[in-house]
């Protein structure tokens, strides 16, 4: 009996070590490894905190910053927007035995390669692409628009992969929301408005908040469409950091900027997770 209750003692923790193993090896090393790094660790102790203090002090840096959440935060927003109303097609107006064909159509540009996405919109969204050929064959425009290398290039190719992952959370949402709900509210006189106001979108903002922080995160640490649609115009932070690597070859600072972003990404996290905690409550 005893070797049976040292077993049973035992075997949660033989089950979680190669979990535990693998996340100290694969994150808890290399963050430990990043944080010394950028304090300009050396062997014989001494440290410093001259890369953090360089993120204040110098103005492309912190500016690359408020570049990064105003990118991110546009983001997020025109997404949400855009994919409550798509989330709602899914889930309330397609019949159910259409409801799988419908998702699988919905989440097809996630087949897609992220890279080949990024430049199938750079071609779009060329002077001589096709919304610009669009526009002039119209007669609306004269001149075309500069519309690749920029801000709004950026915003566009995020919103196109983003609007799908947020659709997803919400038709969650949506589909494990109790009916009796809505006939609750129609039984006590609400209309289909009032009660979408006062029932439904309450009850759905948790898988709203989900996905509006998987956007922010994602968002925020992409280097790849910035660098692609934005070009060089407009500094974000990932390409801020990559640009120490590469271009500098300044380690230190790097992981001093990846630390402050990893921050902000924290940040974020405990301000949606206190919110859904007090809306549990």
Aim: net charge positive; aromatic share 12%; proline share 6%.
């Amino acid at each position: 009996m005893n070797e049976l209750s040292k077993i049973d003692r035992a075997l949660p923790w033989m089950l979680v070590t190669p979990a535990l193993l693998w996340t100290l090896l694969f994150f808890v090393a290399p963050f430990v490894a990043m944080a010394l790094l950028s304090l300009n660790f050396q062997a014989e102790g001494g440290m410093t905190v001259s890369n953090y203090s360089q993120f204040f002090t110098n103005p492309s840096y912190y500016r690359a910053m408020i570049n990064s959440l105003e990118v991110t935060g546009m983001v997020t927003l025109i997404s949400v927007l855009l994919a409550y109303p798509f989330a709602w097609i899914l889930a309330e107006q397609i019949p159910p035995r259409l409801q799988r064909l419908a998702l699988l159509l919905a989440i097809l540009p996630f087949w897609t390669s992220y890279v080949v996405r990024s430049y199938s919109w750079l071609l779009v969204l060329a002077q001589n692409g096709v919304v610009n050929d669009a526009l002039l064959r119209t007669g609306l425009l004269t001149d075309p628009l500069q519309l690749a290398n920029t801000r709004t290039a950026t915003i566009i190719g995020f919103v196109h992969f983003f609007v799908m992952l947020l659709t997803l959370t919400i038709f969650a949402s949506l589909k494990q929301l109790n009916p009796s709900y809505r006939k609750a509210a129609a039984d006590l006189g609400a209309g289909p408005i009032r009660t979408f106001i006062h029932v439904v979108l309450p009850l759905t903002i948790p898988g709203v908040v989900v996905g509006a922080f998987l956007t922010f995160v994602l968002a925020i640490g992409d280097y790849i469409t910035p660098q692609i649609l934005g070009g060089n115009n407009e500094l974000l932070m990932p390409q801020l950091i990559m640009m120490q690597i590469g271009r500098r070859g300044d380690f230190p600072l790097a992981s001093a900027l990846a630390l402050i972003l990893m921050a902000m990404v924290t940040i974020a996290y405990i301000a949606c997770a206190r919110w859904l905690k007090i809306e549990r409550t």
